[in-house]
């Protein structure tokens, strides 16, 4: 195993990371984002404010795409192993 195999092993870890967790925090970034300017322009200072709309998202989020993230971890996963016998030698 090579320092460009381990290269790209860290590039393809990195990437699956950046696909889990952007849909995720995009849109909590968005919703979280747009209730600061509501509460900066209405003076409304509730912590609560922000959280439960973030989780509301974050839990539809996960609900429409968590069969897709489940998969592509599992290839990932799938695909590490199978390069083990070739990380042996």
Do not use: C, H
């Not at 919703?31 to 404010?49: C, F, H, P």
């Not at 959280?51 to 489940?70: E, S, Y």
Request: charged fraction near 10%; aromatic fraction near 6%.
């Amino acid at each position: 195993m090579s320092i460009g195999d381990i290269t790209i092993l860290l590039r393809q870890g990195v990437m699956q990371v950046l696909m889990m967790a952007g849909p995720l925090l995009i849109p909590a970034l968005i919703v979280g984002l747009t209730v600061a300017i509501l509460q900066a322009s209405t003076s409304i200072q509730e912590q609560t404010l922000t959280f439960v709309p973030k989780i509301i998202v974050i839990l539809a989020m996960l609900a429409l795409l968590g069969g897709w993230m489940f998969t592509t971890l599992g290839n990932y996963t799938t695909q590490l192993f199978m390069r083990i016998p070739d990380m042996a030698r």
